[in-house]
């Protein structure tokens, strides 16, 4: 695949005015253009789209999106990768409050409904066992997907249950070198492509641990090392604004996995959570009463 930076520059003696203030604006700030709509980048580069749809067929590209696609390459990939996805979402200045909400939402449950559709719950009931009889369970994550192995880390805590959580890398790899066979991990990547938490599921495997992945839906470094995939939906492209959708599928998962494991010895469990919610909220004891 051509690199689009290379396109613009090979054209721009050829360009007309208009063209050129759209040509500059791409080749100064390419991470902007990505994420933005053709009507934004119009605005931001004093152009005008029919400009841009006339650059693009100057550069010898089908369109706009495959412009985008190849400035992508450009930022993102390194040599031999495949060819990036485009951004989950398309900016414009001053979108308002109200159409975020309804994008955010709406992206929101229809994720939600895809983890539904997907969710495999022979390999949830497998995890959950292992859980209940692993010595220790070690979560790894980077990033976003660490605030939701965080999340686990406290609801499993308050099960009684021994965790090991900690958000810096390579005590994560450390301690994936003394697991033993008794002992579990549960690894957090959506992409299952993040190498910090990849090197750790490595150790682990080699440490004789059992390893449960919850990671997106399809092939990935992460998924072929894992005993037990608990997918979720492939809903947001790689390369985003942020884990949005991704993590909140992911923490779902997190929540099933909790209510499960409650659910499967109600009776140790529901002291032991009263318990913890009285220690932390010392004004409901005596409501509780």
């Known amino acids: 695949m051509e690199s689009g930076i290379s396109l613009i520059q090979e054209i721009l003696s050829a360009c007309s005015d208009s063209e050129r203030k759209a040509a500059d604006f791409i080749l100064a700030r390419p991470e902007v253009v990505v994420f933005c709509t053709i ?3 119009s605005r931001q580069s004093a152009s005008s789209a029919p400009a841009i749809v006339r ?3 100057r550069a ?10 190849l400035l992508a390459k450009d930022l993102y990939s390194a040599p031999g990768d495949k060819a990036p996805e485009l951004p989950d979402i398309q900016l414009e200045a001053g979108m308002s409050v109200a159409s975020i909400a309804d994008e955010a939402v709406r992206r929101s449950k229809e994720g939600l409904d895809r983890l539904l559709d997907i969710l495999n719950t ?10 209940r009889r692993s010595r220790i369970v070690y979560l790894f994550g980077a990033g976003a997907s660490n605030l939701v192995a965080q999340d686990l880390a406290q609801k499993l805590q308050r099960l009684g249950l021994a965790v090991y959580s900690s958000p810096d890398p390579e ?3 450390t301690s994936a070198c003394a697991m033993t066979d008794q002992d579990m991990a549960i690894a957090f990547s959506w992409s299952g492509e993040t190498s910090s938490v990849v090197a750790a599921v490595v150790e682990a495997k080699k440490s004789g641990a059992w390893v449960a992945a919850v990671t997106r839906m ?3 470094q992460l998924a072929r090392q894992a005993d037990c995939l608990l997918a979720v939906p492939a809903i947001e492209s790689t390369f985003r604004l942020g884990a949005t959708v991704s993590r909140i599928a992911q923490l779902t998962v997190v929540d099933i996995l909790y209510t499960a494991l409650v659910s499967r010895d109600l009776e140790r469990s529901l002291p032991l ?3 913890s919610m009285l220690a ?3 004004q409901a004891k005596g409501a509780a009463r």
């Open 280 to 282: 932390t909220h010392p």
């Open 122 to 131: 022979e390999a949830v009931g497998s995890a959950v066992d292992r859980i």
């Open 55 to 57: 650059l693009c067929k």
């Open 171 to 173: 005590m994560q790899l």
């Open 60 to 69: 010898g590209v089908s369109g706009y999106r495959e412009l985008q696609m």
């Open 39 to 41: 009507a934004e980048l």
């Open 273 to 275: 959570i009263e318990r």
């Open 218 to 220: 399809g092939s990935s």
